[in-house]
């Protein structure tokens, strides 16, 4: 190639990069932060503080408090008993071995217990975050086109971001004056086709 062609190539190259970076310029990039929002705005917070006393509540219908108090309670009394008992030795003491294999089975009882419990608690957590994110992105929308956003994305996948390109705020705002409430959120959730069960699950929490 001739040194004539190959300084046109470069030239055009480098117009071709300079167009590109002066789009890229002009492109604006926002961010939001979806834990913020959840966390800070007021629906958010309810659904957090419904989640607590959901789990509140479960511990306290399900015994676990006073079940834990009577396990570390009788852990307590039998440790001196039983911490230089060999496996032998401790069969060889009936009523001491009942008491150890009691205490066995309420650790076990509150081990199932607890584990129903976070299980449930984590399904009413799934599915509140997913009902969240259905009235996120409504609100994101409406705010993206507010500052006038050619893109937005999640704040966790950017490695940096100014202050000033950061429009949580903004999408908290526009959630507490459309989704203020966990009961305004079930309302906003699409409502299921005609001839669906009538007893199909709301978002959880009640």
């Given amino acids: 190639m001739k040194l004539r062609n190959i300084a046109l190539v470069a030239a055009l190259f480098v117009g071709a990069a300079n167009m590109a970076g002066a789009a890229l310029a002009q492109t604006k990039i926002y961010v939001v932060s979806e834990d913020r ?28 408090k006073t079940l834990k108090a009577e396990i570390d309670a009788e852990a307590t009394r039998l440790k001196p008993q039983t911490e230089s008992l060999t496996p032998e030795a401790l069969n060889g003491n009936p009523t001491l071995k009942a008491q150890v294999e009691a205490l066995g089975k309420k650790q076990a009882e509150y081990y ?5 419990l976070n299980n449930g608690i984590e399904r009413a957590d799934n599915s509140l975050s997913q009902a969240f994110f259905v009235v996120l992105g409504p609100a994101v929308n409406t ?50 086709p005609a001839g669906a069960a009538a007893g199909a699950p709301k978002p959880g929490g009640g």
């Fill in 112 to 116: 199932q217990k607890s584990n129903a």
């Fill in 143 to 192: 705010v993206a086109k507010e500052v006038g956003a050619d893109i937005v994305l999640d704040s966790n996948s950017a490695w940096f971001a100014k202050d000033a390109i950061d429009i949580t705020a903004k999408v908290v705002a526009r959630l507490d004056a459309t989704v203020p409430t966990l009961q305004a959120l079930r309302d906003a959730m699409p409502k299921p």
């Fill in 37 to 64: 929002a959840r966390r800070e705005s007021k629906v958010g917070k309810e659904i957090n503080q419904t989640l607590v006393t959901n789990a509140n509540a479960g511990v306290d219908q399900l015994g676990l």
